[in-house]
Nanobody, 125 residues
Framework: QAQQEEFGGGSVQAGGSLRLPCDAS????????MGWFRQAPGGEREGIAD???????TYADSVKDRFTISRDHAKTALYLDIKDLKPEDTGTYYC???????????????????WGQGTQVTVSS
């Protein structure tokens, strides 16, 4: 039986899927380089993926098989899809923008000056 994809943050079971919408309401994700970051409990914020205005995407090596960054231009929305969730995916997920149309490479926090509030995801085994 296929598991339904959850929308938004919260508590989810391992093995499930999740779609996170970007909560940076002051940013039009269609116009800028947008990125997703994750901060595990007690850990540092790490870059997961970014997408420039032209649709070029970069993923961190640790997540490229299970994470997908995407845009919906019509809805002016940015998403992060996560499949096969694992307990180590637990953390706060942030979307962010560089404020320019291009990304700088390396999905580095210091290049992103505009941040959403973050969404908590807790994955239980």
């Amino acid at each position: 039986q296929a598991q339904q994809e959850e929308f938004g943050g919260g508590s989810v079971q391992a093995g499930g899927s999740l779609r996170l919408p970007c909560d940076a309401s002051d940013i039009n994700p269609n116009n800028y380089c947008m990125g997703w970051f994750r901060q595990a409990p007690g850990g540092e914020r790490e870059g997961i993926a970014d997408i420039d205005r032209e649709g070029n995407i970069t993923y961190a090596d640790s997540v490229k098989d299970r994470f997908t960054i995407s845009r919906d231009h019509a809805k002016t929305a940015l998403y992060l899809d996560i499949k096969d969730l694992k307990p180590e995916d637990t953390g706060t997920y942030y979307c962010a923008s560089t404020g320019v149309w291009y990304c700088f490479g390396g999905i580095q926090e210091r290049h992103f000056g505009y941040w959403g509030q973050g969404t908590q995801v807790t994955v239980s085994s």
